[in-house]
């Protein structure tokens, strides 16, 4: 099983940008890489997926290295809101059918004022 | 509005009980989950369902049960076997289980479980 490397924790300053890595070493040709993001108590909220090329949406972009073996969640403009463990996810096949998602400890990011 | 609902948001067992956890959604998912989350931990997978009538068990199955007879359900019994069943239980759902391997999951608010 593909398995995922983040840092414990972050600290952002409000207004700047976030930068989450990711690392994922063993990710095979098919897997997507996902991220979510779960605020205290409450259930994971998806951000973002890609496979291999970069991806943007309202909430963040996903920068995947060419090698695939690494990515970086950005959140352009972090606010206090954004306050939350973030989740770097490979999804995982199991006999071809649906793969479930394994979820690490994430890193928790702390946006400051 | 279409999602994931799960109650209720507390729930507590006494020694010996059975309990169940519900979770229902209108999204129309095919497939339906359930995860344990202890304090600072991640989520492990408990037990999933691609399809009514069938599920599989997760990564910590033993002590739980699930039954899935309509689409729109999937509740969980916590069962007098888990004898560490304090912890917070997300239910999730996502569209299908045989189109792609693009599928994102929505997750229920959870449910906080505590032992009298």
């Known amino acids: 099983d593909a398995k995922t490397t983040q840092p414990t924790s972050m600290d952002c300053a409000e207004g700047r940008a976030a930068n989450l890595p990711c690392n994922h070493s063993?990710?095979?040709?098919?897997?997507?890489v996902y991220w979510y993001r779960q605020i205290h108590s409450q259930g994971p909220q998806y951000i973002i997926h890609?496979?291999?090329n970069n991806e943007t949406n309202e909430m963040a972009s996903l920068i995947i290295t060419e090698d695939r073996k690494s990515s970086t969640l950005i959140l352009p403009h972090a606010t206090l809101r954004d306050t939350a463990v973030y989740y770097c996810?490979?999804?995982?096949?199991?006999?071809?059918?649906?793969?479930?998602?394994?979820f690490g400890k994430g890193t928790k990011l702390s946006v400051k004022p | 509005d279409g999602g994931i609902t799960q109650s209720p948001k507390y729930l507590f067992r006494k020694e010996g009980q059975n309990v169940t956890l519900s979770c229902e959604q209108n999204?129309?998912?095919?497939?339906m989950y359930w995860y344990r989350q202890d304090p600072g931990q991640g989520l492990r997978l408990i037990y999933y369902?691609?399809?009514?009538?069938?599920?599989q068990k997760g990564d910590i199955a033993e002590g739980y049960s699930v039954s899935r007879e309509k689409k729109e359900s999937f509740p969980l019994t916590v069962t007098s076997a888990q004898k560490n069943p304090t912890a917070f239980y997300l239910c999730?759902?996502?569209?299908?289980?045989?189109?792609?391997?693009?599928?994102?999951?929505?997750f229920g608010s959870g449910t906080q479980l505590s032992v009298l």
């Open positions: 369902s691609q399809i009514v009538n069938d599920f």
């Open positions: 999204l129309n998912h095919d497939a």
């Open positions: 996810i490979v999804r995982v096949n199991y006999g071809g059918s649906q793969g479930n998602l394994i």
């Open positions: 890609g496979l291999k």
């Open positions: 063993t990710i095979s040709g098919n897997e997507y």
């Open positions: 999730a759902s996502a569209l299908g289980s045989y189109r792609s391997l693009d599928e994102k999951l929505f």
